[in-house]
């Protein structure tokens, strides 16, 4: 969390106030946050599961991002009191409200060739 009276915690402010797109793109911003949401468009996933989807991401950030979309609203964790422990995340009713536009950019991005390779 930023400070309140820290430029950068006012730019954020100034930018996102009344706008948005703007805000919506900061709530998902990141390297993996999207990427965490289209995992767990379809069902529900353990921590280990979501891990081997995304193998590239360290554990630290797995967490970190996990934590920041159920603190935003946009991921659900359930725990089980069963033994061995068992955690599932899912997406929340604003999660699954944002599948259908990004199966339109991850459409869009097919038809247009978009794959982060260099060609835009």
């Known amino acids: 969390m ?11 402010k100034a930018i ?11 709530a998902i911003g ?11 468009k379809n069902s529900a ?5 979501i891990r081997k989807a995304i193998p590239n991401i360290s554990e630290k ?3 970190q991002q996990l934590k920041e979309l159920m603190q935003s609203g946009w991921v659900n964790k359930k725990d089980f009191n069963e ?3 068992r955690t599932e995340y899912s997406l929340t009713d604003l ?6 536009i990004l199966e339109n950019i991850y459409e869009w991005g097919t038809v247009n060739n978009i ?4 060609n835009q």
């Open 115 to 118: 794959t982060g390779e260099g």
């Open 45 to 49: 996933l353990r921590y280990n599961e």
């Open 2 to 12: 930023r400070k309140e009276n820290s430029s950068n915690h006012i730019n954020e």
């Open 95 to 100: 999660g699954s409200s944002f599948m259908p």
């Open 30 to 40: 990141g390297r993996w946050k999207i990427v965490i949401l289209w995992q767990l």
């Open 83 to 85: 033994i061995p422990p």
């Open 16 to 26: 996102t106030n009344n706008c948005p797109i703007t805000s919506t793109v900061m």
């Open 61 to 63: 950030m797995l967490i």
